[in-house]
């Protein structure tokens, strides 16, 4: 059975930082792209960071500079180090794994960026 489960939102202040996990099972977890996503209150889900099983990286314009993501094959784990947090960051953030023909999707984890 294939899992993935993000972990690590919260609430935190504007200009602070949050690292967020995404562990995942029943998947060579090596094989597949990872990706992060967001969905904001009324807003279509959208792709925030992406990694490759080479470890080349992609990010939407809106993260730049401020969010990094990683991958720890070792432990079946990909993170999103997000700096310098913005309330318009608040959303419920998934990780995505694809693979050539098949995706999974983590359940979610809530960032809420307020004072």
């Known amino acids: 059975q294939v899992q993935l489960v993000e972990s690590g939102g919260g609430l935190v202040q504007p200009g602070g930082s949050v690292r967020l996990s995404c562990a995942a099972s029943?998947?060579?977890?090596?094989?597949?792209?990872m990706t992060w996503y967001r969905q904001a209150p009324g807003k279509q889900r959208e792709s925030v960071a992406g990694?490759?099983?080479?470890?080349?990286?992609g990010y939407a314009d809106s993260v730049k500079g401020r969010f990094t993501i990683s991958r720890d094959n070792a432990k079946n784990t990909v993170y999103l180090q997000m700096n310098d947090l913005r309330p318009d960051d608040t959303a419920v953030y998934y990780c995505?794994?694809?693979?050539?023909?098949?995706?999974?999707w983590g359940k979610g984890t809530l960032v809420t960026v307020s004072s």
């Open positions: 995505k794994a694809t693979t050539s023909d098949i995706e999974y």
């Open positions: 990694i490759s099983p080479i470890n080349s990286t």
């Open positions: 029943g998947i060579i977890f090596s094989d597949y792209a």
